[in-house]
């Protein structure tokens, strides 16, 4: 089982939304959909433990049914604990964590299915690259710092970084940054080089270096406006304002015409820079050794994204990466047949190789 904070505003669609649908994940999982809030167990303090109460608030005395409650590992500090009467509801377990925070334990099969479907956004999200790098570097060619244009270095920056989107309220409580809640104190630029050192989600300390004179130049360009953000830009009435994840958001679903998000940049440049790493190491006859190499290209991804090893590869990088590895034909699987206008050569390899595994 795993655990999400999930209280994130719905966001709107535009020609194609992408978004599982949880009913339809449940029902391709073979589970029951719940809401969360129907008739359920719950948790109580009792003693030096906990004991579980029945919709009727009854004590449960089942062995097999406190063992179910004991296998999923809902954390000792969370309150208002809710669970789900069947075993086969894709929620299986709701709560509150110590900062109030509504906390979710999905059923194993939910999320293999979510994220099958998440990952099948890839090849969509690839096709759509080229157009919106062409709407980036239009938009960086404004003199003005509209909201476009600030939004536009920030989108190629995060392309360069792959660093998380950022969230204003975590910046002011945790002291915790993203792309678009850096400050100027976390920059340093010198010439073509940009260096970027922030704390970051669960108070990781995260250090980037970028070699690129043009994106330098227009990052240089947002120190001109006042205040401690990076990136704030002029609205129509001249005044300030500060960008927002939500802006680069819009921004990407306009000049996509699909839901995606800034978590998708993620996603892909995880999953090319894995291919990339594993394509280059020597070749390895012995299922362990490429076992080990998979290890260690994880940790390196994992390094680039500022998460734990774990999270990476169940997250963000493609399985169909790591299986094609462990084979052995990933180099094979991965020759570029024909360049593709706005992708770079590792990131024509990808698509193409996600492209024969959909057939």
């Known amino acids: 089982m795993s655990n999400h904070t999930t209280d994130a505003p719905a966001r709107p669609a535009l020609d194609a939304d992408l978004r599982p649908d949880p009913e339809a994940v449940a029902q391709a999982a073979d589970l029951h959909y719940v809401r969360g809030d129907e008739p359920g167990y719950c948790r109580r303090p009792w003693g030096r433990g906990f004991t579980y109460l029945d919709p009727e608030g009854h004590h449960v005395k089942d062995p097999e049914l406190r063992q179910r409650f004991e296998n999923l590992v809902i954390p000792p500090a969370w309150t208002d604990v809710w669970i789900c ?17 509504k906390q979710y334990i999905y059923h194993p099969r939910w999320e293999v299915e ?18 919106l790098r062409q709407q980036v570097d239009t ?12 939004t536009a270095v920030a989108v190629r920056l995060l392309e360069e970084t792959l660093i998380r989107i950022g969230n204003e309220e975590y ?13 100027e104190k976390h920059l340093t630029l010198s010439g073509s080089h940009i260096r970027i050192e922030f704390t970051g989600k669960h108070g990781k300390r995260q250090e980037v270096d970028v070699q690129d004179r043009r994106l ?3 990052v240089a360009r947002c120190h001109e406006l006042p205040g401690q ?33 800034a978590k998708d940049f993620r996603t892909w440049g995880a999953t090319v820079l894995a291919a990339s790493i ?44 790591i299986e094609a590895h462990l084979a052995g034909t990933l180099c094979q699987d991965t020759a570029v047949a024909a360049p593709v206008e706005g992708l770079n050569e590792a990131e024509t390899a990808v698509l193409q190789f996600l492209r024969s595994r959909k057939m």
């Open 114 to 131: 979510r994220n099958a479907l998440k990952f099948s956004r890839m090849i969509l999200f690839g096709e759509a690259l080229p157009a």
């Open 278 to 321: 594993l394509r280059d190491m020597p070749a390895a006859e012995e299922p362990g050794a490429r076992q080990k190499q998979v290890v260690e290209m994880v940790k390196q991804v994992a390094e680039t994204l500022g998460n734990t090893p774990a999270v990476c590869r169940e997250y963000y990088i493609h399985p169909a990466v």
């Open 139 to 150: 938009d960086l060619r404004q003199h003005k710092l509209t909201r476009e244009k600030v």
């Open 171 to 183: 910046a002011q409580r945790n002291h915790s940054y993203g792309l678009t809640t850096l400050q």
């Open 229 to 261: 953000e990076l990136f704030t830009y002029l609205d129509e009435d001249d005044q300030l304002r500060q960008l927002s994840s939500t802006d680069v958001n819009t921004y990407l679903r306009e000049h996509t015409h699909y839901d995606f998000t």
């Open 85 to 101: 009467i069947s075993p086969q509801g894709h929620i299986q377990a709701t709560g509150r964590d110590a900062k109030g925070r």
């Open 216 to 218: 330098a130049r227009q």
